[in-house]
T-cell receptor, first 111, second 116 residues
Protein backbone atom coordinates (compact mmCIF):
# COMPACT_ATOMS: atom_id res chain seq x y z
CA UNK A 1 0.00 0.00 0.00
CA UNK A 2 1.32 3.41 -0.97
CA UNK A 3 1.80 5.84 1.87
CA UNK A 4 -0.19 8.61 0.22
CA UNK A 5 -2.71 7.75 -2.45
CA UNK A 6 -4.50 9.95 -4.93
CA UNK A 7 -6.55 9.24 -8.00
CA UNK A 8 -4.38 10.29 -10.95
CA UNK A 9 -7.32 11.61 -12.94
CA UNK A 10 -7.79 13.56 -15.04
CA UNK A 11 -10.70 15.05 -13.18
CA UNK A 12 -12.67 17.27 -15.53
CA UNK A 13 -15.11 19.87 -14.23
CA UNK A 14 -16.87 22.72 -15.99
CA UNK A 15 -15.91 26.29 -15.22
CA UNK A 16 -17.71 27.57 -12.14
CA UNK A 17 -18.26 24.11 -10.66
CA UNK A 18 -16.80 22.65 -7.47
CA UNK A 19 -13.78 20.41 -7.93
CA UNK A 20 -13.26 17.78 -5.24
CA UNK A 21 -9.84 16.21 -4.86
CA UNK A 22 -9.24 13.33 -2.49
CA UNK A 23 -6.25 11.81 -0.74
CA UNK A 24 -5.79 8.93 1.69
CA UNK A 25 -2.76 8.19 3.80
CA UNK A 26 -1.57 5.05 5.50
CA UNK A 27 0.31 6.24 8.61
CA UNK A 28 -2.23 6.92 11.32
CA UNK A 29 0.37 8.94 13.24
CA UNK A 30 0.58 11.62 10.55
CA UNK A 31 -0.17 15.08 11.87
CA UNK A 32 0.43 17.54 9.05
CA UNK A 33 -1.22 17.60 5.66
CA UNK A 34 -0.61 19.81 2.68
CA UNK A 35 -2.04 20.51 -0.72
CA UNK A 36 0.26 21.74 -3.46
CA UNK A 37 -0.57 22.80 -6.99
CA UNK A 38 1.88 22.05 -9.75
CA UNK A 39 1.65 23.40 -13.25
CA UNK A 40 3.37 21.45 -16.00
CA UNK A 41 7.11 22.00 -15.93
CA UNK A 42 6.93 24.08 -12.77
CA UNK A 43 7.67 23.50 -9.13
CA UNK A 44 4.87 22.84 -6.63
CA UNK A 45 3.31 25.79 -4.87
CA UNK A 46 1.56 25.53 -1.54
CA UNK A 47 -2.20 26.01 -1.54
CA UNK A 48 -3.18 24.99 1.95
CA UNK A 49 -2.13 23.05 4.99
CA UNK A 50 -4.30 21.50 7.65
CA UNK A 51 -3.46 19.95 10.99
CA UNK A 52 -6.78 19.49 12.78
CA UNK A 53 -9.86 17.46 11.98
CA UNK A 54 -12.56 19.39 10.19
CA UNK A 55 -12.61 22.03 7.53
CA UNK A 56 -10.26 24.88 6.81
CA UNK A 57 -11.24 27.54 4.30
CA UNK A 58 -9.06 29.98 2.38
CA UNK A 59 -10.79 31.89 -0.38
CA UNK A 60 -12.11 29.44 -2.95
CA UNK A 61 -10.26 26.54 -1.35
CA UNK A 62 -11.42 24.32 1.50
CA UNK A 63 -9.32 21.55 2.96
CA UNK A 64 -11.06 18.80 4.89
CA UNK A 65 -9.34 16.39 7.25
CA UNK A 66 -10.73 13.23 8.78
CA UNK A 67 -8.02 11.51 10.79
CA UNK A 68 -10.26 8.59 11.79
CA UNK A 69 -10.72 7.73 8.13
CA UNK A 70 -7.18 8.82 7.21
CA UNK A 71 -8.61 11.02 4.54
CA UNK A 72 -7.89 14.56 3.43
CA UNK A 73 -9.61 16.42 0.63
CA UNK A 74 -9.45 19.72 -1.20
CA UNK A 75 -12.50 21.50 -2.56
CA UNK A 76 -12.13 24.23 -5.13
CA UNK A 77 -15.21 26.39 -5.52
CA UNK A 78 -16.00 28.38 -8.65
CA UNK A 79 -13.32 26.49 -10.57
CA UNK A 80 -11.49 28.48 -13.20
CA UNK A 81 -9.51 27.30 -16.24
CA UNK A 82 -6.42 28.66 -14.51
CA UNK A 83 -6.97 26.06 -11.78
CA UNK A 84 -6.12 23.36 -14.31
CA UNK A 85 -3.01 21.72 -12.90
CA UNK A 86 -1.85 18.69 -10.97
CA UNK A 87 -2.72 18.79 -7.28
CA UNK A 88 -0.36 17.02 -4.94
CA UNK A 89 -1.30 15.83 -1.50
CA UNK A 90 1.59 15.65 0.96
CA UNK A 91 1.92 14.28 4.45
CA UNK A 92 4.77 14.76 6.87
CA UNK A 93 6.12 11.42 8.03
CA UNK A 94 5.66 11.28 11.82
CA UNK A 95 8.72 12.25 13.81
CA UNK A 96 10.46 13.75 10.79
CA UNK A 97 10.35 16.76 8.52
CA UNK A 98 10.01 14.52 5.46
CA UNK A 99 7.20 15.18 3.07
CA UNK A 100 5.62 12.13 1.48
CA UNK A 101 3.84 13.07 -1.72
CA UNK A 102 0.99 11.39 -3.49
CA UNK A 103 1.20 10.90 -7.23
CA UNK A 104 -1.09 13.86 -7.79
CA UNK A 105 -4.48 14.36 -9.41
CA UNK A 106 -4.65 16.15 -12.71
CA UNK A 107 -7.51 18.64 -12.77
CA UNK A 108 -8.95 20.05 -15.96
CA UNK A 109 -11.38 22.94 -15.73
CA UNK A 110 -13.28 23.26 -18.96
CA UNK A 111 -14.20 26.75 -20.17
CA UNK B 1 5.58 33.01 2.33
CA UNK B 2 9.29 32.38 2.17
CA UNK B 3 11.37 32.45 -0.99
CA UNK B 4 13.59 29.64 -2.17
CA UNK B 5 15.70 30.22 -5.23
CA UNK B 6 17.09 27.36 -7.29
CA UNK B 7 19.70 27.75 -9.98
CA UNK B 8 20.01 26.96 -12.81
CA UNK B 9 16.44 26.46 -13.99
CA UNK B 10 17.62 24.24 -16.80
CA UNK B 11 20.88 22.68 -17.87
CA UNK B 12 22.05 20.43 -20.67
CA UNK B 13 25.26 18.52 -20.15
CA UNK B 14 27.24 15.82 -21.84
CA UNK B 15 27.24 12.28 -20.51
CA UNK B 16 30.06 11.77 -18.03
CA UNK B 17 30.25 15.36 -16.83
CA UNK B 18 29.11 16.75 -13.47
CA UNK B 19 26.43 19.32 -12.83
CA UNK B 20 25.92 21.43 -9.72
CA UNK B 21 22.51 22.76 -8.69
CA UNK B 22 22.16 25.44 -6.03
CA UNK B 23 19.28 25.98 -3.67
CA UNK B 24 19.11 29.16 -1.61
CA UNK B 25 16.65 30.34 0.98
CA UNK B 26 16.51 34.07 0.38
CA UNK B 27 14.65 35.46 3.36
CA UNK B 28 14.91 32.83 6.07
CA UNK B 29 17.38 30.41 7.54
CA UNK B 30 16.72 26.88 6.42
CA UNK B 31 17.81 24.34 8.97
CA UNK B 32 16.70 21.58 6.68
CA UNK B 33 16.61 21.34 2.91
CA UNK B 34 15.27 18.54 0.81
CA UNK B 35 16.13 17.38 -2.67
CA UNK B 36 13.57 15.72 -4.88
CA UNK B 37 13.58 14.21 -8.32
CA UNK B 38 10.52 14.10 -10.50
CA UNK B 39 10.22 12.09 -13.70
CA UNK B 40 7.50 12.98 -16.23
CA UNK B 41 3.98 12.34 -14.98
CA UNK B 42 5.28 11.02 -11.68
CA UNK B 43 5.27 12.46 -8.22
CA UNK B 44 8.16 13.98 -6.35
CA UNK B 45 10.52 11.39 -4.96
CA UNK B 46 12.63 12.45 -2.03
CA UNK B 47 16.30 11.86 -2.70
CA UNK B 48 17.91 13.22 0.44
CA UNK B 49 17.52 15.45 3.45
CA UNK B 50 20.20 18.02 3.96
CA UNK B 51 20.99 19.53 7.36
CA UNK B 52 23.31 22.48 7.75
CA UNK B 53 26.75 21.46 8.90
CA UNK B 54 26.17 17.73 8.79
CA UNK B 55 26.10 14.94 6.24
CA UNK B 56 23.00 14.52 4.17
CA UNK B 57 20.65 11.63 4.81
CA UNK B 58 19.90 9.75 1.62
CA UNK B 59 16.79 7.79 0.85
CA UNK B 60 17.04 4.12 0.07
CA UNK B 61 18.22 3.50 -3.46
CA UNK B 62 19.84 6.92 -3.94
CA UNK B 63 23.58 6.72 -4.55
CA UNK B 64 25.32 9.15 -2.22
CA UNK B 65 28.52 9.07 -4.28
CA UNK B 66 26.62 10.04 -7.40
CA UNK B 67 24.43 12.73 -5.88
CA UNK B 68 26.69 14.83 -3.70
CA UNK B 69 24.90 17.17 -1.33
CA UNK B 70 26.51 19.97 0.58
CA UNK B 71 24.70 22.22 3.04
CA UNK B 72 27.44 24.59 4.01
CA UNK B 73 25.30 27.38 5.40
CA UNK B 74 21.78 28.00 6.67
CA UNK B 75 20.82 29.51 3.33
CA UNK B 76 22.57 27.34 0.76
CA UNK B 77 22.49 23.69 -0.22
CA UNK B 78 23.99 22.26 -3.38
CA UNK B 79 23.35 19.05 -5.26
CA UNK B 80 26.05 17.80 -7.61
CA UNK B 81 25.17 15.09 -10.07
CA UNK B 82 28.47 13.41 -10.79
CA UNK B 83 29.28 11.52 -13.98
CA UNK B 84 25.82 12.22 -15.29
CA UNK B 85 24.16 9.76 -17.65
CA UNK B 86 21.03 10.12 -19.77
CA UNK B 87 18.98 8.23 -17.18
CA UNK B 88 19.75 11.04 -14.72
CA UNK B 89 17.77 13.43 -16.89
CA UNK B 90 14.94 14.64 -14.72
CA UNK B 91 13.40 17.59 -12.93
CA UNK B 92 15.27 18.23 -9.69
CA UNK B 93 13.53 20.30 -7.04
CA UNK B 94 14.74 21.53 -3.69
CA UNK B 95 12.65 22.64 -0.78
CA UNK B 96 13.49 24.30 2.47
CA UNK B 97 11.93 24.21 5.87
CA UNK B 98 12.34 26.67 8.69
CA UNK B 99 13.05 23.72 10.86
CA UNK B 100 10.19 23.71 13.30
CA UNK B 101 7.82 20.78 13.33
CA UNK B 102 4.67 20.76 11.26
CA UNK B 103 5.82 23.60 9.10
CA UNK B 104 5.23 23.99 5.41
CA UNK B 105 8.04 23.49 2.94
CA UNK B 106 8.90 26.12 0.36
CA UNK B 107 10.01 24.94 -3.03
CA UNK B 108 12.59 26.23 -5.43
CA UNK B 109 11.70 26.69 -9.06
CA UNK B 110 13.21 23.36 -10.05
CA UNK B 111 16.04 22.46 -12.42
CA UNK B 112 15.42 20.58 -15.63
CA UNK B 113 18.51 18.46 -16.27
CA UNK B 114 19.04 16.91 -19.67
CA UNK B 115 22.03 14.66 -20.17
CA UNK B 116 22.96 14.02 -23.79
Amino acid sequence: QKEVEQNSGPLSVPEGAIASLNCTYSDRGSQSFFWYRQYSGKSPELIMFIYSNGDKEDGRFTAQLNKASQYVSLLIRDSQPSDSATYLCAVIAPGTYKYIFGTGTRLKVLA
Amino acid sequence: GAVVSQHPSWVICKSGTSVKIECRSLDFQATTMFWYRQFPKQSLMLMATSNEGSKATYEQGVEKDKFLINHASLTLSTLTVTSAHPEDSSFYICSASKGTTNTEAFFGQGTRLTVV
